[in-house]
């Protein structure tokens, strides 16, 4: 038991480093927002006790009952990609089950559990997971890359050179934004006053204030915030910044991963399902529109108006195979040698990678 808790214990204070703010409704009221797209740290008795519970039974096996997978994701990005499977699977009869969560400590206890067998999260959440339950986790595919924007009014800011000396507002302190950021600025000899927020709105708070002012947002926040305000401007993207300072390398931001044991049980109903992931995301790609119709279906976002704007800039992407592997081991090893906790205190080897 004592071992139960600690491993809650780990994954409850690694929540603090997802770096993954969920695809909310939109900047359409900060209380909403500061719910929906900051991770919850409080480490509650009841529910991590009703979880351990559920880890000492033994999960139903989907398949031997005679249904498929369940597939758990957050709201945001990680379901994204999955909106078009979700509609064939409703339409179809597929096996596939999807539970979609609104923050990860709400959905990693169901995980842990093996009530859920593939799931879409945070890619550093993987890694802690894949130490967390004796490796048995495998990273299938990174579903979605950076999600990080400067957003400023300031004609002067083009580059990441142009935030030296600059003020900039983020949340993320102590996560992967952070870690990122810091990251960037430190290849290119830069150095930003960097001003923590709580969350996104209080950022948007300060661009108001002053247009010059700098913030990093995620989406859709940036997205809802430039339609709010037409003095302000989509100046850089994080993700083509670190491709530029990581020599072409991605930058990831959530993954699909797998329970091992039940890959290697269920190799045809893994294979099965990320044909299907694919091709759900390259109807992302293709398709924004009616993407932005699904997404609000199934309550992701209110609007599909706001929906069709921000999703091109989400990122999301179908990537496996040593593409994949190569984003993420650039991206382990810079968080890593900003916080080992972030990844969750070594980086994964060989195994954590499945092949395609």
């Known amino acids: 038991m004592d071992m139960k808790r600690n491993l809650w214990k780990w994954l409850l204070l690694c929540l603090l480093c997802l770096g993954l703010f ?77 539970q979609m969560e609104a923050s990860p400590d709400a959905l990693l206890p169901d995980f842990v559990a093996g ?21 048995d986790v495998e990273v299938l595919n990174i579903n979605t890359l950076g999600i990080l924007y400067v957003i400023t009014g300031n ?44 969350e996104p709105a209080e ?14 947002l995620p989406e859709p926040f940036a997205t809802a915030t430039l339609l709010q305000n037409s003095n302000l401007q989509r100046k850089i993207s994080i993700t083509e910044e670190w491709k530029k300072s990581f020599d072409g390398v991605e930058l990831p931001t959530a993954v699909t991963i797998v329970r091992k044991s039940y890959a290697e049980e269920h190799p045809e109903i893994v294979k099965a399902f990320l044909d299907e992931e694919k091709e759900s995301i390259a109807a992302v790609e293709k398709d924004v529109q009616k993407t932005a119709e699904l997404v609000v279906k199934q309550g992701i976002l209110e609007k599909e108006a706001l929906a069709a704007k921000a999703i091109p800039n989400c990122n ?18 810079v968080l890593f040698a900003s916080n080992p906790k972030s990844v969750g205190g070594a980086l994964p080897e060989e195994g954590f990678y499945a092949e395609p």
Do not use: W
């Not at 950022?203 to 990093?216: D, E, G, R, S, T």
């Open 115 to 135: 009530k859920g067998q593939i799931a879409t999260v945070p890619a550093n959440m993987a890694a802690v997971l894949y130490q967390k339950l004796d490796k």
């Open 203 to 216: 950022a948007v708070a300060h661009l108001q204030a002053n247009p010059n002012n700098v913030a990093i």
């Open 22 to 98: 969920a695809c909310t409704k939109g900047g359409e009221s900060s209380t909403e927002a500061k719910k929906e797209s900051t991770p919850a740290v409080e480490e509650k008795s009841s529910s991590v006790e009703s979880s351990e519970n559920a880890e000492e039974s033994k999960a139903e096996n989907k398949t031997e009952t005679g249904e498929g997978p369940t597939i758990l994701s957050l709201k945001g990005p990680t379901t994204i990609g999955l909106v078009h499977l979700m509609e064939k699977s409703e339409e179809e009869k597929l096996p596939y089950q999807f």
């Open 155 to 198: 004609e002067e800011v083009n580059s990441i050179a142009d935030l030296a000396g600059k003020d900039i507002y983020m949340p993320g302190q102590g996560a992967t934004p952070e870690y990122v950021l810091r990251a960037l600025l430190s290849k290119n000899n830069v150095e930003g006053n960097l001003n923590f927020v709580t």
């Open 316 to 333: 999301i992407h179908f990537i496996d195979g040593e593409e994949m592997k190569k984003a993420l081991e650039q991206y382990y090893q």
